[in-house]
C-alpha cells in the first residue's frame, strides 16, 4: 500500500520534472539510485532506520551520488528526502512517480505470462493488438511459466485476461462440479 506521502512527493518532483521536460530523464535517475539501495539491504536497513542521525546518513547518500551521474534537480530531490526523514519511502516515490509518467505518456505496463517462449512475430503481433484495445503505448514484460500448460496470461492494470490451458480446465471442472 502506498501512502499518500509518498505520491504527494512524487508528484511534487513529477510537476518539476514536467516543467524542465525531463519525466523520463529524471524517473530513470531516481529509480537507479533506489535500485541501488533496493538491492543492498544493509544500505536499506541503514537508510530506514531512525535510530542512526541524518549526518551519517546524507553522508552516505552522497557517496552514492559520487558514483553515478545524477542530475543536480535529483541530487537536490534526494537530499531532501534524507533530510525530512523520507528516504525509506523512495521506492514507494519512484513507484508513484512511474505511474504519473506513464499516465502522462499515454503508456501502459502489461505482464505476460506464457507456458512457452513466444516467437519475435508473436510478440510483435500481441503488442500491437495490445496497443490498440488500450489505446496506449505497450510496455511488454514477458515471464515463461511451465504450469500454466498452456495458452497465456496477460495482466493489464487492474485487469486479468486469462486464457491459459489451466484456467480452462478448472473452469470446467467446476461446472463439472455443479452439474452434479
Not at 13 to 19: D, S, Y
Amino acid at each position: 500500500m502506498i501512502s499518500n506521502i509518498s505520491k504527494r512527493y512524487a508528484r511534487a518532483f513529477f510537476e518539476i520534472a514536467t516543467e524542465k521536460k525531463q519525466l523520463e530523464c529524471y524517473y530513470n535517475e531516481l529509480n537507479q539510485f533506489a535500485s541501488i539501495v533496493a538491492q543492498n539491504e544493509d544500505l536499506s536497513d541503514f537508510l530506514a532506520n531512525p535510530v542512526f542521525d541524518q549526518g551519517s546518513k546524507k553522508g552516505v547518500v552522497k557517496s552514492i551520488i559520487g558514483k553515478l551521474q545524477l542530475s543536480t534537480m535529483t541530487i537536490s530531490f534526494l537530499n531532501l528526502l534524507v533530510d525530512k526523514k523520507r528516504i525509506d519511502i523512495l521506492n514507494d516515490i519512484v513507484i508513484c512517480y512511474r505511474q504519473f509518467m506513464d499516465e502522462t505518456l499515454k503508456r501502459v505496463r502489461v505482464n505476460l505470462k506464457t507456458a512457452f517462449p513466444l516467437s519475435d512475430n508473436m510478440q510483435k503481433y500481441i503488442n500491437s493488438s495490445l496497443e490498440k484495445l488500450t489505446g496506449r503505448e505497450v510496455e511488454l514484460f514477458i515471464e515463461n511459466d511451465p504450469n500454466l500448460l498452456g495458452g497465456i496470461i496477460i495482466g493489464v492494470g487492474d485487469t486479468l485476461y486469462d486464457g491459459s490451458i489451466k484456467n480452462q480446465l478448472n473452469n470446467m471442472r467446476n461446472l463439472l462440479g455443479e452439474a452434479r
